[in-house]
């Protein structure tokens, strides 16, 4: 992408970055993890689907607002729920949600008052501790989101399956919609975006993988490593194609748009982006903490209420 059009943050000077107008500026924090995507694609498939949609973000940004100021954060290669075989390389839940707030504070810190978080990872805790991050962030004049959080979730549910069927040349038959549900890593979608972005790291092999299809309700921590070829991989890689990549693109491409006009203008509502995971109890970050917490007040008190009712 040309770079006369945004800003990179670290290739800023104290004095450039305070002759920034933050009023009219947009920081965008890119991330994702380093993690095992089958055997035909490279370990940087996330961050490298983040960088893409942070370009895009971008144009899309000039062109609602061209007097906006786009500056980008370089990509912070973390990410937490990943599958742990293969090269994958994780953090804690808490390590990634408390790298973000501290991120975004500093960059409210600095006068910038609108942040936009950009991850294309799926794991679940890693979009909740996004999601946190960023309402924790946000405060009276800065606010921060996690602008692919409830996209990528619903991209995963099938939502988006009839838009992109539609902006085929070939709409996709009944068949290849119901596999289009199961792809959710290393897969059909995927394997595409690498045939685009990134083709000299694609093996040719994905051509001849078999699907990988697991029903969502039989998922498991280890799924790819255990369903149909067991390769580390889940859908339909040997599906791929440049055209799929364009074609799920422009489907996402409109409601990024939708948001960003909201954003911008001041009318999105915060709750609208966050992840339907966000409000799973057992799904956030100090989940755990709090439960052994609750367990240890309820057994302080039985035991209180015990002794009191065994004096005289």
């Excluded at 994958?88 to 500093?106: F, I, K, N």
């Excluded at 149909?228 to 364009?246: Q, R, T, V």
Aim: charged share 20%; hydrophobic share 45%; proline share 6%.
């Amino acid at each position: 992408m040309d770079h006369s059009t945004w800003l990179a943050y670290e290739q800023l000077s104290t004095p450039q970055l305070d002759a920034i107008d933050k009023r009219h500026a947009v920081v965008l924090f890119p991330l994702g993890p380093i993690e095992e995507h089958g055997p035909h694609l490279p370990f940087g498939v996330d961050a490298f689907n983040a960088d893409f949609i942070a370009d895009e973000v971008t144009r899309m940004i000039k062109e609602i607002d061209p007097q906006q100021i786009v500056v980008r954060i370089p990509m912070l290669y973390l990410g937490t729920h990943v599958y742990r075989f293969g090269g994958s390389l994780w953090a804690r839940q808490r390590v990634v949600r408390d790298a973000v707030v501290d991120y975004g504070r500093s960059l409210a810190r600095h006068g910038f008052e609108k942040i936009i978080v950009i991850s294309a990872h799926g794991g679940p805790r890693h979009f909740v501790a996004l999601d946190e991050a960023a309402r924790i962030v946000s405060r009276r004049g800065v606010q921060m989101i996690s602008l692919t959080s409830r996209i990528i979730v619903d991209f995963l549910l099938g939502r988006y399956v009839e838009a992109i069927s539609t902006r085929m040349e070939q709409p996709l038959s009944e068949e290849e919609k119901k596999t289009l549900t199961m792809d959710y890593h290393g897969g059909w979608w995927e394997t595409s975006m690498m045939l685009w972005l990134k083709p000299h790291l694609v093996d040719p092999m994905y051509k001849a993988l078999s699907p990988a299809l697991v029903p969502r309700h039989r998922l498991r921590p280890n799924s790819p490593f255990v369903a149909g070829p067991g390769l580390g991989y889940l859908g339909a890689p040997a599906n791929a194609s440049i055209e799929f990549a364009h074609a799920s693109t422009a489907a996402l491409r409109v409601e990024i748009n939708r948001i960003l006009r909201e954003f911008l203008n001041g009318t999105l509502d915060a709750k609208s982006v966050r992840s339907q995971l966000y409000y799973v109890p057992i799904l956030r970050t100090n989940y755990t903490r709090w439960l052994w917490a609750i367990g240890v007040m309820l057994v302080i008190a039985i035991a209180a209420t015990m002794f009191l009712l065994s004096r005289p």
